[in-house]
């Protein structure tokens, strides 16, 4: 028998930056509940620095998907903006310009997919990246 696809989307409207934390809590939440705790750091890390790119650089109108690949995570956030992404060199005393190479750092893939109405962008965090959670056997 097939199993059931994990996954949570969350449509975000008006996503503001005082909104982040709690969206911080809500993917860590998710992530113990399918015992996957040990891809916490790199997933809300790397989820944090999407949607905080949203609220910097788009309409703050996003949706946030998370998807329990059976071998990993793939998180994708949505936005309806028609600016692409850009992957800026930060110098070293640069205080932003790192994100989309944190993210790049801290997972196993990430994407863009553009679309009619905007663009998806999308990281995979493999389970082997992180520490197996004890209770997921």
């Given at each position: 028998m097939p199993r059931?696809?994990?996954?949570v989307r969350t449509a975000l409207p008006d996503l503001?930056?005082?909104q982040i934390g709690a969206l911080r809590r809500i993917v860590t939440a998710y992530?113990?509940?399918w015992h996957m705790t040990g891809l916490?750091?790199?997933a809300v890390t790397s989820a944090t620095e999407l949607l905080t790119n949203v609220v910097q650089h788009a309409s703050g109108e996003c949706e946030l998907l998370m998807r329990?690949?059976?071998?990993?995570?793939l998180v994708v956030v949505t936005d309806f903006s028609q600016e692409p992404v850009v992957f800026p060199q930060a110098a070293q005393d640069d205080e932003c310009g790192r994100g989309v190479s944190?993210?790049?750092?801290?997972?196993?893939?990430m994407g863009v997919e553009y679309t009619p109405v905007g663009k998806q962008v999308w990281f995979r965090v493999a389970r082997s990246s992180g520490l197996l959670d004890p209770q997921s056997g």
């Open positions: 059931a696809v994990r996954q503001r930056a005082q992530l113990d509940l916490a750091e790199a329990d690949l059976g071998d990993g995570l944190l993210v790049r750092a801290l997972t196993d893939a």
